[in-house]
């Protein structure tokens, strides 16, 4: 193979990896904890939080914040493993790249 081909290969590979974290960092991911709903987008930016007031009492509020991190944490987990499952055959197992 020569370099041509290899530039070129290489620039595919790159180009292909683009596309896939665009495709990522467009989609919402939904993390939900009891009464709560986070919604972020792939970039790990927070969309939405919703949370279902009719089943809080005022007395419930450091529950509800718990469950806001839970929810928050299960989205950006989802986000993760999209990457990792999109990304992945790009880094070869390398963490830390995305």
């Not at 290899?6 to 180009?15: I, S, V, Y």
């Not at 495709?23 to 969309?47: Q, R």
Request: glycine share 6%; proline share 1%; hydrophobic share 40%.
């Amino acid at each position: 193979m020569n370099i041509q081909a290899m530039m070129k290969q290489a620039q595919k590979l790159q180009k292909d990896m683009m596309n896939e974290k665009q495709m990522i960092d467009e989609k919402e991911f939904v993390g939900k904890a009891s009464n709560v709903e986070v919604i972020l987008k792939g970039t790990k930016e927070i969309k939405k939080v919703k949370i279902n007031m009719e089943c809080v009492e005022q007395d419930d509020i450091e529950m509800l914040e718990d469950m806001i991190v839970i929810s928050i944490n299960n989205a950006l987990k989802q986000i993760d493993e999209e990457t990792e499952k999109k990304l992945g055959k790009y880094t070869q197992g390398m963490p830390g790249l995305f």
